[in-house]
């Protein structure tokens, strides 16, 4: 993918805030989008994951003017607008992410002016690669400039996720917003969602990891992923543990006790913090085929203990492995999105022209 988009994203939505505003913008900010490796599901039951940071991402120009506490968003990329007040609560529309990031970033005042800002990304809606988390960090990153503040990168991670559950009402962990904030281009991200605890760690030599959207957008503020937060939490009721990552695998004989499906989505969370755990040290020791598998297994136990994947993201899967990757799964929070595949290297073009050929309405986004 193009090593400089970053540097053209932030180009773009200058130019198309000058259009749009008439002046140029006072500040510029980015942040890339994730794909997730391995440990789904498991941020908010306090498990570990295996995230990454994209070289597609969003970029947000903004600055000061008009009334006060009054936001004025426009995309580049919907060609569209909105006016909100700064004290208004959601409304399930796509400002929602930008005004809760300006509503809480530290420092910021609109006491006497509101702001006016724009947005560009090459990251699609719906593909499960963190576009929301993106425009919050963005926002929260343009807010620190815009304002003369200086928030850590955890801190802001922190704030995106609060602007995730408290202000848009999605009842997430903090994987996306960790990964968009403190994960480094080019490196897998170990993180402990729990204690904070993070690492970086290496990618497999001589593969690469392909990004493929199936063409079916999802939108998790719907029931689903909602109904999953609340099935853990029952689990862990009925467990008698604060959280399901309280468990391993030796408590499997209780979990398998439990009445359907909290048995299959405690099971689930159980054996993806394995996964990860045994998927960094396989990574460490350069052992590709034993994280190929982890992978398969991974995307077996969405799709059959956690049920979050749909009959036309199991077939892309099967696809690709059929097609010549070494390991498959959903990546993200599932009911559509994409898939990551691990590829060799000399076997990527004829995944990628298998794909594209069988699955009409897949689209490649990225090779890492």
């Known amino acids: 993918m193009d090593e400089t988009n970053e540097d053209v994203l932030r180009a773009r939505v200058a130019a198309a805030y000058e259009a749009h505003f008439g002046m140029p913008p006072e500040a510029v900010a980015y942040a890339p989008g994730r794909v997730n490796l391995l440990g789904e ?10 995230p990454m940071p994209l070289r597609l991402g969003t970029a ?11 936001l004025r968003v ?24 930008v005004l809760g990031s300006f509503a809480n970033a530290p420092g910021a005042d609109f006491t006497d002016s509101g702001v006016t800002a724009m947005i ?25 400039v815009l304002f003369g503040t200086q928030t850590d990168a955890v801190a802001v991670a922190r704030l995106a996720r609060e602007v995730e559950n408290q202000f848009v009402g999605m009842p997430c962990g903090i994987m996306d917003q960790f990964a968009v904030s403190v994960g480094t281009i080019g490196h897998a991200l170990y993180l ?6 993070h690492r970086p760690a290496p990618l497999p030599k001589g593969h690469t990891f392909l990004v493929v959207h199936s063409g079916v957008a999802h939108k998790l503020t719907d029931d689903g992923y909602a109904t999953r937060v609340a099935e853990c939490t029952a689990a862990s009721g009925a467990l008698g543990v604060g959280m399901l990552s309280d468990l391993g695998l030796e408590d499997m004989g209780r979990i398998e006790a439990l009445e359907p499906p909290l048995d299959r989505r405690a099971r689930h969370i159980v054996t ?23 992978m398969i297994a991974s995307h077996r ?4 203990d956690y049920a979050v994947s749909l009959p036309q993201i199991d077939a892309l899967v099967e696809g690709a492995l059929n097609a010549g990757a070494i390991g498959a799964r959903l ?18 073009e004829t995944l990628q022209d298998s794909l594209t050929t069988n699955f009409p309405t897949a689209r490649i986004l990225a090779a890492i």
Not at 41 to 50: E, S
Not at 120 to 144: K, M, Y
Not at 192 to 197: A, I, Q, V
Not at 276 to 289: H, I, K, M, N, P
């Open 331 to 348: 990546t993200g929070g599932g009911f559509g999105g994409s898939i990551v595949a691990l590829v060799a290297r000399d076997q990527l």
């Open 120 to 144: 560009a990304s090459n990251l699609p809606v719906g593909a499960g690669l963190s576009s929301s988390a993106a425009i919050e960090v963005a926002t929260l990153r343009l807010a620190d």
């Open 301 to 304: 136990s969405q799709s059959e």
């Open 60 to 70: 947000i120009a903004a600055g000061r003017g008009g009334p006060a506490h009054t």
């Open 272 to 294: 993806e913090n394995d996964r990860v755990r045994r998927g960094v040290e396989a990574l460490s020791q350069g052992d590709v085929a034993t994280f190929a598998r982890l």
């Open 192 to 197: 402990d969602t729990r204690r904070l605890e």
């Open 41 to 50: 599901h498991t941020d908010y039951n306090g498990g570990v994951v295996l």
């Open 74 to 97: 426009a995309s580049d990329s919907f060609n569209t607008e909105d006016t909100r007040s700064l004290s208004d609560p959601a409304s399930g529309a796509w400002s929602d992410y």
